[in-house]
């Protein structure tokens, strides 16, 4: 999905919602800031997770990152791919940089998360 | 950019794998103006090093340089330092230039200052007086010869001597080039005045860069350093863990000498239980960071001090501090890395070593 179509947590996640399930990434100002990815431990299917759970760890050459739950939900989907082609994540990270995908257990928190305008302005503001 | 011991610095100015894989292939530059310079003279200036310093420096030439430490009264590390043997302008003497880490800056010139007392030596603090930039790299030699006019081929490693840097519309800027680093590789690291520094910087980038080099931040200098073997002072040294220990027993000479700490580093030269700094190659990609856990079976042996994705072997590597029994190479251990436990492999010190 073009990014300008999804929508973004205050920790970088992106998340495009459809029929019931979330598919969730991190947004290409994340990749860029972390760089030099080496390592992602990615969670199992199955797996409930709470409002902004750490669902998934990231480890760059500096340091290592959390990757947070905008959603609550069951993980119904990983990314298989991601862990021998960190690289997807900065070439392709609204499509196949994708990390998860969760069934939508309570769909309020949907409602506050950024829009890519807001999200933009959060980004240039940090870039400072 | 980052707040380090009150400097501005950048982490990285682009990539930290390409920036650390310039400076193994061709060369690097590194603003480490950061670094605590000190300039002392006077005829007790030479006494008064030999009594604080684990090594001697009275016996040094002009141009010489030493790796050493200064130890507290239980051999705990201070700082680890470079001495400088330089003649002083205005002075007749020759007189020692101290370089210290920036962490360590205001603890080192109360000590010396403390010991200082009744001697008759003058300590100047010329750390903002003056930028130091290192160039590192198979090519910094080459790089720099041709723009310093002294000869630098003919320097021998840990020596240095007054230079003339002059590049396109720069220079000449005196400066001081030593043959001395912190990467790994070869190269130099440059002491110029610090009003001349942006000009003799970007005179150097531009060099560097037509060589396929670059300016790199603090981020890979760790990883560069981290391959090389080198402690870095608040992770492998600190003030409760000893030189022995660090594996520096070649920076501490006792023989015939008195200096603050020599008692407590004889005794814990002859202490087989003391945890001592091993290197850890680790299975699989995911790296160890400082803090993690090393494990012997289930029993807790050590602990990582520096952790991090080596760029030149594609593989996570971390220095750690273990039990004796755990510290010989090859032994297999294990990291827990937030909860997971990874193998890991004790392997010599240093994991780099440049072909010579």
């Known amino acids: 999905m073009p990014p300008e179509q999804l929508k973004y947590a205050k920790t970088h996640e992106w998340v495009a919602f459809a029929d019931g399930v979330a598919t969730i990434g991190i947004s290409a100002f994340a990749v860029e800031a972390l760089t030099d990815l080496v390592f992602i431990e990615l969670p199992e299917v199955g797996r409930t997770v709470a409002l902004d759970e750490s669902f998934c760890e990231i480890e760059s050459v500096k340091a290592v990152s959390d990757i947070y739950a905008p959603v609550a939900g069951e993980i119904v989907a990983v990314n298989d791919a991601l862990p021998d082609a960190l690289e997807t994540l900065g070439d392709d990270p609204y499509e196949a940089g994708w990390i998860v995908k969760i069934k939508v257990a309570d769909e309020a928190p949907l409602a506050e998360l950024m829009d890519h305008p807001a999200y933009e302005k959060m980004c240039a503001e940090e870039a400072h | ?356």
């Open chain 2, 1 to 356: 950019m980052v707040d380090f011991s009150g400097w501005s610095m950048p982490v990285q100015y682009g990539s930290i794998v390409a920036e650390h894989q310039a400076t193994r292939s061709a060369v690097g530059l590194f603003d480490v103006s950061h670094m605590s310079r000190m300039l002392l003279s006077g005829p007790d200036a030479g006494p008064l090093l030999e009594s604080l310093l684990t090594r001697r420096v009275g016996d040094l030439s002009p141009g010489q340089v030493r790796y050493a430490l200064f130890c507290n009264e239980a051999g705990g590390a201070l700082d680890d330092v470079l001495a400088y043997r330089v003649e002083v302008p205005s002075s007749d003497l020759l007189g020692y230039g101290l370089v210290v880490n920036a962490g360590n800056h205001a603890k080192i010139a109360a000590h010396l200052a403390q010991h200082a007392a009744g001697r008759d030596v003058a300590i100047d603090d010329v750390t903002e007086r003056y930028a130091m930039i290192a160039v590192q790299g198979p090519k910094a030699i080459e790089l720099l010869d041709p723009v310093t006019e002294c000869e630098l081929t003919s320097f021998r490693y840990y020596t240095g001597r007054v230079a003339n840097f002059r590049h396109g519309g720069v220079g000449p800027v005196e400066c001081y080039l030593s043959r001395t680093g912190y990467t790994g590789e070869d190269g130099c690291e440059l002491i110029c005045p610090a009003d001349q520094a942006v000009a003799v910087w970007e005179a150097l980038v531009e060099l560097a860069e037509t060589v396929g080099g670059g300016p790199v931040g603090l981020a890979a200098r760790d990883t560069l350093r981290l391959e090389a073997g080198m402690p870095l002072y608040g992770h492998e040294l600190t003030e409760s863990i000893n030189p022995v220990q660090a594996g520096l027993s070649f920076a501490v000479n006792l023989k015939g000498r008195e200096f603050v700490g020599r008692d407590a580093l004889a005794a814990a030269g002859k202490d087989h239980h003391q945890p001592v700094r091993i290197g850890l190659q680790l299975d699989g990609r995911r790296p160890a960071r400082e803090g993690c856990l090393v494990l012997q079976g289930d029993q807790e042996v050590g602990t990582v001090t520096s952790g991090t994705f080596s760029p030149t072997f594609d593989r996570p590597l971390a220095m750690a501090y273990v039990k004796p029994s755990a510290a010989a190479t090859g032994e297999h251990l294990a990291v827990d890395i937030r909860g997971k436990e990874v193998g890991a492999t004790v392997a010599p010190l240093p994991f780099y070593e440049r072909g010579k």
